[in-house]
């Protein structure tokens, strides 16, 4: 299991920043997979969930 933090969460999400986000949309369809699936802790859900909003 790889877990995703809250940084590569909202990049991936977001994708507002070219860099960024071209290396956690890599980094997430490419490492994470059935065989080793990524990993959303609750405490990074509710900060990505914070800095979306803000972002809004």
């Known amino acids: 299991m790889i877990g995703i933090d809250t940084n590569v969460l909202v990049r991936y ?3 507002d920043d070219a860099a960024q986000s071209a290396r956690a949309t890599a ?5 994470c997979s059935m ?7 609750l405490v ?3 900060k990505a969930g914070m800095t979306l909003l803000k972002q809004a």
């Not at 980094?27 to 490492?31: P, T």
């Not at 065989?35 to 802790?41: C, I, K, L, N």
């Open 13 to 15: 999400i977001a994708q």
């Open 27 to 31: 980094f997430i369809e490419k490492e």
């Open 35 to 41: 065989t080793a699936p990524g990993f959303v802790g």
């Open 44 to 46: 990074v859900l509710a």
